[in-house]
């Protein structure tokens, strides 16, 4: 069953949005060669705690950080750690944050100084890819809208779309219904209405878009070592249209 959010319930995932916004925004400035993935943990937790925020992610199913910082190859759910950040590199990450018990949930793909073109079009081709997306997300349409034209956008540009791990619901957990893929044929599923909250986060490959998790039994990395980006918003279906809850202020 798909939750409907109250009015109330919806303030509070905006303000857990911002917390969100904000630190993704924070964190993305703080991108640098010579720096290890593990600082970025650190000031995600500082600036999480001067906000009166917990990290959504610390401690979920014994997840030991309070983001994810996965780099190149790595797709989703690295953890930040002493790997050491590189000009060239795309950085993604993914935060999470807990405000009065509501969640919201938001990644981006960081471009490391001069990035290969290839690089950079998987990048741009995955930031559309969500935009698009969110632009389905409208009362009316059905949930497979927002996956088709995930799809079509970063198959367009001959990349692939990760199946092994898709976008979900979001509002008192972390993951609620319904599953969000990031493939599939339109005009499916369950009808949208106002009072849903979707986190849609569409992964993209550079080569095939098998994904592999590491022994470490968090890190996905795509399984031929092709570079991977990330980009995730949490979304509120209004009468109004999609509204970003953590799209930075
Ligand atoms: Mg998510």
Request: negative net charge; aromatic residues 6%; proline residues 6%.
């Amino acid at each position: 069953m798909i939750e409907l959010k109250t009015p109330q319930e919806l303030k509070w995932m905006r303000r857990a949005g911002e917390v969100v916004g904000g630190l993704l925004v924070t964190l993305a400035a703080l991108v640098r060669p010579g720096m290890k993935t593990r600082e970025l943990d650190e000031r995600a937790m500082a600036y999480l705690h001067d906000r009166g925020a917990q990290p959504a992610f610390l401690g979920y199913r014994g997840f030991p950080a309070s983001i994810c910082v996965s780099v190149n190859e790595e797709v989703v759910h690295g953890i930040p750690a002493e790997r050491e950040i590189c000009a060239g590199d795309l950085v993604s990450l993914d935060v999470g944050a807990v405000v009065e018990g509501f969640y919201a949930d938001a990644a981006i793909t960081v471009m490391v100084g001069p990035v290969s073109a290839q690089a950079k079009r998987l990048v741009q081709a995955t930031s559309q890819a969500l935009e698009e997306g969110i632009a389905r997300a409208v009362e009316g349409n059905r949930l497979s809208d927002i996956s088709h034209a995930v799809q079509q956008r970063v198959e367009h540009d001959g990349f692939g779309v990760v199946r092994d791990f898709v976008g979900h619901g979001i509002g008192r957990a972390l993951h609620e219904d319904p599953p969000v893929p990031n493939f599939g044929p339109p005009h499916v599923g369950p009808r949208l209405k106002a009072g849903m909250v979707l986190a849609i986060e569409p992964m993209a490959t550079l080569g095939r878009y098998d994904v592999e998790v590491l022994r470490d039994g968090w890190t996905a990395v795509t399984k031929d070592r092709s570079l991977a980006a990330h980009f995730e918003h949490t979304v509120a279906i209004t009468e109004d249209g999609p509204e970003i809850l953590t799209r930075p202020g």
